[in-house]
Each structure stands twice: as structure tokens, then as C-alpha cells.
């Protein structure tokens, strides 16, 4: 059934590196629906020093998933975050384990919602490091660069607001093959739960953005109605 562009709720999952941030942004400016990433939403929690923030800190660190506990006390606010009630949204980050994913659908059954398209990114693992190794994020707005393939205009400077661009710590060659293993052993299932839902969609994310852009329009457009 189609529904309208705005109430659109999408999932995207993919190994770090993936390119989910730049696309999610992308989803929601077309769509108009909210954007929430936990890993954002975590990272600003160890920088203020909140209790969620101290219990995080480690397994952002190590390039760990955050245990469960942590991220279903977030759910509600997460969904809020996202205008949940109001609007559609894209997840980004979550779910990241089977068992996070069971959580979201109950959670969404009891307000008799469902997710719609799930959009798995696919990359290999090697061109990942060099991905990640020269990445540098803006702590504000959330936008990456890649220092030879995509640079701001000014050296450590988000071209959107002016901010400092970040080395973030799980970025380093150690840390990022801890991410990798962890995506295949944990978050990969959940790519398998999807499908046999009937509502996940592979993407080959070594391409352009741009042409990764039009590929994922390509597979949501025709859920929306016109109307
Ligand atoms: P990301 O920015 O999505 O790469 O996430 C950075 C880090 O935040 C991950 O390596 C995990 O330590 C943590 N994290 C983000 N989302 C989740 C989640 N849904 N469940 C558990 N840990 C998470």
C-alpha cells in the first residue's frame, strides 16, 4: 500500500564506512521525514559526560556494540527524536543486533506502525578501512569528508557550518576492524530478518554518491503515493 512521502519509516544498514550518514541525510531532505543516528546520539552523550554517555564511552571506544540494555532505555526517545508520532523517519545505526531489531517492531506494533524499506549497503571490507582511515566528520552537523576523495574547501572545516572537523577515535585501523567484526557477527543477521519480512533492499555502495542516491530513490519512490 503506498504511503504518503513524509510517513515514509526506512532503516538503513551497512558496515561502517558505508556511506549511511551521507545517505540519510539525503533520505530525509527528499522525503521529509525526521533522521536519528545512535551513533551520533551516543557520541554526544560521552561528550557531555551524561550517565548514558560514562556507561557508552568504553564500547564506542573499542568499536563495540553498546549493550542492549543502553539502546532499548533509548528507543522511545529515539522515536520521539525522530517525530516519530508526526512523521516518517530514517533510522540510521539501528537496529543493530536481531535482538534490537525484535524490539523495534514491538515497539512499533504497539502503535501500529511498521517499517517500510530496510536498504542494506553493501562494501568490502578492505575498501572500508580506506574509507574510514581518511575520514574526518563534523561533530555538529553530522557531514563527513574524505581527505583525498572528498576534502572541505578549507582544510578541517565543515563547508556546512563552519565547524571543526574530527578524527573520530573508532576511525583508526584497530578499532575499525573491531567495527567490521562486530557488523558481520551482530548486525549482518538483521539484514536477515528484514528479508524474510519481505521489506529489505541490497545496495552496491562502492559506487558514487550520487549514483548510490539515485538507486535508493530508485527502490523508495514507488512506495509513495502520489497523492
Ligand atoms: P556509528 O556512528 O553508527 O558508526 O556508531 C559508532 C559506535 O556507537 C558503534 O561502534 C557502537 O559502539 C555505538 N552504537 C551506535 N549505534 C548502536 C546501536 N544501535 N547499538 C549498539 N551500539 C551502537
Not at 527528499?30 to 536519528?36: F, L
Amino acid at each position: 500500500m503506498p504511503v504518503a512521502e513524509n510517513a515514509l519509516r526506512l532503516i538503513l544498514i551497512g558496515p561502517p564506512g558505508s556511506g549511511k550518514g551521507t545517505q540519510a541525510l539525503q533520505l530525509c531532505g527528499r522525503y521529509n521525514i525526521g533522521h536519528v543516528s545512535t551513533g551520533d546520539i551516543l557520541r554526544r552523550n560521552t561528550q557531555k559526560g551524561t550517565s548514558l554517555g560514562k556507561h557508552a564511552e568504553e564500547f564506542l571506544q573499542a568499536g563495540d556494540l553498546v549493550p542492549d540494555p543502553l539502546i532499548f532505555d533509548m528507543l522511545e526517545d529515539l522515536y520521539n527524536r525522530a517525530g516519530g508520532e508526526q512523521q516518517g523517519f530514517v533510522l540510521d545505526g539501528f537496529p543493530r543486533s536481531e535482538s534490537q531489531a525484535r524490539a523495534l517492531s514491538d515497539f512499533l506494533e504497539g502503535r501500529s506502525q511498521s517499517i517500510h524499506k530496510v536498504l542494506l549497503l553493501q562494501l568490502d571490507d578492505d575498501v572500508i578501512v580506506g574509507r574510514l582511515i581518511h575520514r574526518r566528520t563534523c561533530p555538529k552537523c553530522g557531514r563527513s569528508y574524505h581527505l583525498q576523495a572528498s576534502p572541505p574547501q578549507q582544510a578541517g572545516v565543515c563547508d556546512s557550518d563552519g565547524s571543526t572537523l574530527v578524527w573520530r577515535p573508532d576511525d583508526h585501523e584497530e578499532v575499525i576492524r573491531n567495527r567490521l567484526d562486530t557488523y558481520h557477527q551482530q548486525t549482518q543477521p538483521v539484514a536477515a530478518y528484514y528479508a524474510q519480512k519481505g521489506v529489505l533492499s541490497s545496495i552496491d555502495a562502492s559506487s558514487p554518491i550520487s549514483t548510490i542516491t539515485e538507486r535508493i530513490t530508485r527502490l523508495v519512490d514507488p512506495l509513495v503515493s502520489s497523492v
